[in-house]
């Protein structure tokens, strides 16, 4: 069976997940990051026309490649993708009390810079629904090493699907070229993931593909906090287990 054989059955089986959880998990909306996951995710559920509603973080400190994805998503699939930023007053207060980049100086500063720019917005987002959908998949790092497709995230009160848990990075692209699904132009620069600019830089061949991602921490803390419960990163229990 070659590649595009199996991309066929995994896109399949990815777009079956989906549709059940519009049927099953209505109101459900798509945490997307803009990044090449997200992009399969979101051209699957545009072209299938599902009520699954998508929105996406602006902390405010994005690379303008990754806002014009935005644009991209807009012009190709006629869809605006819904913003939800972090509190003015918090942002300012951080800054105030501990510099604009305070969150190069530990891995507290950090998250809590990661908790006021992506998890309180995230939980503005979630708020009223049922389930969540997000791009993670396992190969992307250590901490999603056992990372399922279902998992019952009680921090939110929902559950919680990651339909390319399954899929490998080539699947991704695979997927991406033989759909045209349009993509952030820093992944042309070398940047496999991307989050916010300061946090971010190419990876060089051979590393991980998240060594660009808050590179001068140990690779265990590499988490925002979106998918952490009491602060700390747990996987969360599968409903299928």
Not at 41 to 61: N, Q, W
Not at 143 to 151: G, S, V
Not at 194 to 202: N, S
């Amino acid at each position: 069976m070659n590649d595009l054989t199996e991309l066929t059955a995994l896109a399949a089986s990815t777009r079956a997940t989906l549709a059940r959880i519009a049927t099953e998990f209505s109101p459900a909306v798509f945490a997307s990051s803009l990044a090449a996951e997200d992009m399969v995710i979101t051209d699957m559920i545009l072209k299938a026309g599902l009520p699954i509603e998508i929105f996406s973080l602006d902390t405010g400190r994005l690379h303008p490649e990754t806002l014009a994805v935005l644009d991209q998503v807009k012009a190709t699939y006629g869809y605006e993708i819904a913003l939800f930023k972090p509190h003015d007053a918090a942002v300012a207060d951080y800054v105030a009390n501990h510099g604009l980049n305070a969150f190069y100086d530990s891995v507290e500063m950090r998250r809590e810079c990661c908790r006021i720019r992506k998890v309180e917005p995230l939980g503005r987002a979630l708020a009223g629904n049922k389930a969540w959908v997000t791009g993670q998949r396992r190969a992307q790092s250590s901490t999603r090493a056992e990372l399922h497709i279902e998992e019952d995230d009680r921090a939110h009160g929902m559950t919680k699907f990651n339909p390319l848990a399954d899929w490998s990075e080539q699947d991704v692209w695979n997927y991406i070229s033989e759909n045209k699904v349009p993509f952030n132009a820093l992944h042309n620069q070398g940047f496999p993931s991307i989050g916010c600019a300061p946090c971010t830089r190419a990876v060089q061949p051979g590393e991980d593909i998240r060594a660009g991602r808050w590179w001068w921490e140990n690779p265990d803390s590499k988490e925002c906090g979106l998918h952490m419960v009491d602060g700390k990163l747990i996987r969360i229990k599968s409903v299928a287990a």
